[in-house]
């Protein structure tokens, strides 16, 4: 079984920064894509960022583009996204996913998810 755990959320005020972890369980996390989502009290889950398993690429929604970067570590089997220049408007539920998309930015291609780590933004 692969199983996920984000952490790392918390409250922080706008302009801050915060480091998202998940750690994957399971011997094949370095042929999974991993992405993150996130959604807002009211509002669709909706795609952040990505990092492709075979050659890196990541993958950004428009609004975090210069603001936010995934990483990951193969060797500790844990994808990261430092989150700089926090909005209030980013406050959300973050989850992480892996699996072998063909649509990084599509959630159907993502068969494994955390439970979700909560990011607060104060204004």
């Known amino acids: 079984q692969v199983q996920v755990v984000e952490s790392g959320g918390g409250l922080v005020q706008a302009g801050g920064s915060l480091r998202l972890s998940c750690a994957v369980s399971g011997r094949f996390f370095s042929t999974y894509s991993m992405a993150w989502f996130r959604q807002a009290p009211g509002k669709e889950r909706e795609f952040v960022a990505a990092v492709n398993w075979s050659n890196f690429s990541t993958y950004y929604a428009d609004f975090v583009k210069g603001r936010f970067t995934i990483s990951r570590d193969n060797a500790k089997n844990t994808v990261y996204l430092q989150m700089n220049g926090l909005k209030p408007e980013d406050t959300a539920a973050y989850y992480c996913?892996?699996?072998?998309?063909?649509?990084?930015?599509?959630?159907?291609?993502?068969?494994?998810w955390g439970q979700g780590t909560q990011v607060t933004v104060s204004s």
């Open positions: 996913a892996a699996g072998v998309p063909s649509n990084v930015r599509s959630q159907a291609g993502y068969p494994y």
